[in-house]
């Protein structure tokens, strides 16, 4: 009797002890999931303003400049002229609406819909329409990266592009883009005034801070490679793209 006595106290303990260790538990998992979610918002709201950065605000400013023109053009009387950034001007809108559809209905990436190939050579004829720079694309090899290099390819070639048309004072660039063995490298090199190793990189602030820490994330870099008169070539590469990133 003294035996079962002491026995039903130890069970009972061991029985809250239990629902206490199930309920820690409980607690310990939806935490984890609160931390999981939070994470989730975050690298969307950082998804966003990267979109919102590489398509719209670029359509933006690409409006502003295109407006610009055409005032330029109205002021020297060359109507014919003029009424050419009027048509630039509407496709450009055209396209800024476009990417804000596809930004809201956050499918897949912006611009990236027809490949990487496709939306290279959208955005080198956009820029040779919208500044006369003759820009040659060339990407080879591209249908088996995934849409998460594909993305990060193009942001990087429309970083740089930008840069091209409002700091190089250049008149043609070219676009190559080539893959082996699961690599990417992707090349945006123009002719325009470049600058002295060494020296700061005009506008450096302007995304490509940014675009190494998304190549370095990536296990990839960024080269920057410049001489004066001698044009500037940026080279963003992704050495090591995982088997389970390709198509």
Known sequence: MTRKRLWFPRVHDLVAERDQLAGDLRAAQAQITSLTEAAVVL???????????????????????????????????NAPAAATQLVILEDSMRRALKDTRALV???????????????????????????????????????????????????????????IR???????ASVTVSTTHGSAVLRVADNGRGFEPGDHIPNDGRGLA???????TAHGNLTVVSSPGKGTALI??????PPMSLQ
């Not at 709201?45 to 359509?59: G, S, V």
């Not at 409002?166 to 043609?172: F, I, K, L, M, N």
């Not at 940014?210 to 370095?216: S, T």
């Open 105 to 163: 209905a956050s499918g897949v990436p912006v611009g990236i819909e027809g490949g990487l190939t496709t939306a290279l050579n959208q955005l080198g004829d956009q820029v040779e329409n919208e500044t006369g720079v003759s820009v040659t694309v060339r990407a080879r090899g591209t249908a088996q990266l995934s849409t998460e290099t594909e993305s990060l390819l193009l942001h990087c070639a429309r970083e740089a592009l930008a840069n």
């Open 43 to 77: 690298d969307e709201r950082e998804r966003l303003a990267r979109e919102i950065h590489d398509t719209i605000a670029q359509d933006l400013t690409n409006l502003v400049l295109t407006v610009q023109r055409g005032r330029r053009e109205l002021r020297y009387g």
């Open 210 to 216: 940014k675009m190494r820490d998304l190549l370095v």
């Open 166 to 172: 409002e700091h190089s004072g250049s008149t043609a």
């Open 236 to 241: 963003a590469s992704l050495p090591d793209i």
